[in-house]
């Protein structure tokens, strides 16, 4: 991309008289220094510009037109709404921020938390009362050291029992007591006598500034006389691609000849590091096309293609396992750059995925900050805004992006995490991590036991990384 920033440099140029505005008898027009920042930007790199008129380059015939527009719109968040091509079904992922230091603090990992990750559900036999059910502890948060676990059942926060009106406030607070309960089936099959009983105990948990590792576990197994590495990455999270060289480096001395890689949970990241995974994963494939990102019209000659690599940047060379085969875990939290990953190593490698389907999101996002190029050097001292806006679309070597519905999983390979049955993250009898090994040893007695254990099912509401939705992406370094 040697002519993106000169290009970047050109259309700015060609904007640059909007800047200020002036009638016909001399007088300056003011515009919100926001709005024209988020105008141009959008304008220059949205990636479905060619689908909003209002973005269009002869949108406007004169200086004060395009003022008079800008100053329609009294929210800056309104503008950017505005502009986005079908929110609910094909830019769902487009924001704009008011606090860019946060936004790069969360794209380093750093952001504030208690370190309880959990899913909502309405609570068994209402309609109204809600659960929350513990699907992960980060470590060293202060879930972790008050003894959370995954699995944990709460149904009040404060002694307020939650229901589908009180839990985004409850939850949101900086400080909390979750009420403990467990699950009752009464004895019976049926499901209309389930409840939840209280158990009468608490934790109280506070959010801190946190940074976390993406690499969440690492295991190596030894399944019917081959070893079998396993690998929990909960973020693609740029800078982390040293230590994630060293866990491969580990897999690699083991002679690990299997890799089950759970995604469950990892909402994206860095399309650099996604592609040094890769590499990591393979090794036999270098210098071919991981993935190509496909940027607007304004950007045609400037699609990228993505190349496997046998180097970091720091010039370590890549430890890599030469594998044929990947076993991926999946649920509807895993997206964008987990996407990228899986459909990138489609045309290469045999790929199982198990679990359910991804969340569907193909495409690339950067940061735009209001600065003469949009990038951070530069930016207007008077506001911390900055846009996240799509930019690119993610498509593996045979042009093959990323269905909104998400990718599927491979035949037969198809579960729920049930939250009855969540299991210890790692462990062996782990109901996921399970069925990959059961595989490996081509044990379908226990895959076929593993997958059709009865559970449960409860209706999911939220989960929390809807909390904290920018958390993750598909983003351009």
Not at 2 to 19: E, M, Q, W, Y
Not at 132 to 159: C, K, M, Q, T, W
Not at 255 to 276: A, E, F, I
Not at 393 to 414: A, C, Q
Request: proline share 4%; glycine share 8%.
């Amino acid at each position: 991309m040697k002519n993106l920033k000169a290009l970047f440099l050109i259309l700015i140029v060609s904007f640059s008289t909007i800047s200020c505005f002036q009638d016909n008898d001399d007088n300056l027009i003011t515009a919100s220094e926001i709005n024209d920042f988020i105008w141009k930007g959008m304008n220059v790199f949205y990636l479905y510009k060619a689908e909003i008129p209002n973005l269009a380059d002869d949108r406007f015939s004169s200086n004060a037109e395009y003022a008079d527009y800008l100053n329609s719109y009294s929210n800056p968040f309104d503008l950017f709404e505005s502009l986005i091509h079908e929110r609910q079904t094909v830019d769902r992922f487009s924001w704009i921020v008011d606090d860019y230091i946060a936004l790069e603090q969360q794209f380093q990992g750093t952001s504030t938390v208690n370190g309880m990750e959990f899913t909502l559900f309405y609570a068994p036999n209402s309609t109204t009362e809600v659960i929350g059910v513990v699907r992960l502890v980060l470590p060293n948060s202060s879930a972790d050291s008050n003894g959370v676990e995954r699995g944990d059942i709460f149904y009040g926060i404060d002694g307020t029992i939650l229901n589908e009106n009180n839990f985004s406030q409850l939850l949101n607070q900086e400080s909390y007591t979750i009420n403990i309960g467990v699950f009752d089936d009464n004895g019976t099959p049926e499901t209309n006598d389930d409840s939840i009983v209280p158990t009468g105990e608490t934790i109280s948990l506070t959010k801190t500034v946190y940074t976390e590792n993406p690499i969440y576990q690492t295991q190596i197994f030894n399944v019917g006389g081959e070893n079998v590495g396993y690998l929990m990455y909960n973020g693609f999270t740029a800078g982390s691609e040293n230590a994630l060289n060293t866990v491969f480096g580990d897999f690699k001395s083991n002679n690990v000849q299997h890799l089950v890689l759970d995604l469950r949970y990892n909402p994206g990241g860095s399309v650099t590091t996604t592609t040094y995974l890769a590499s990591m994963i393979t090794g036999q494939f270098s210098g071919e096309v991981f993935e190509k990102l496909i940027f607007n019209e304004n950007f045609q000659s400037e699609n990228t293609d993505y190349l496997f690599e046998t180097q970091l940047q720091n010039g370590n060379a890549i430890n890599s396992l030469n594998l044929s085969k990947l076993y991926v875990l999946t649920t509807g939290r895993s997206a964008s750059a987990s996407e990228g990953l899986i459909n990138g190593l489609i045309p290469y490698i045999e790929v199982i995925q198990i679990g359910t389907n991804t969340t569907g999101k193909t495409q690339a996002s950067r940061t735009l900050y209001d600065s003469p190029n949009f990038e951070k050097q530069g930016a207007n001292p008077s506001h911390t805004y900055a846009m996240q806006p799509l930019v690119a679309n993610g498509v593996n070597k045979n042009d093959e992006s990323v269905p909104s519905t998400g990718l599927v999983p491979s035949f037969g390979f198809e579960y729920e995490e049930r939250p009855g049955n969540y299991g210890v993250l790692g462990d062996l009898n782990e109901p996921m991590l399970a069925l990959a090994l059961a595989d490996i040893e081509s044990s379908t007695g226990k895959f076929e036991i593993i997958k059709f254990k009865a559970e449960r099912s409860l209706k999911i509401l939220k989960d929390s990384n809807e909390f904290n939705p920018h958390e993750g992406g598909l983003i351009i370094d």
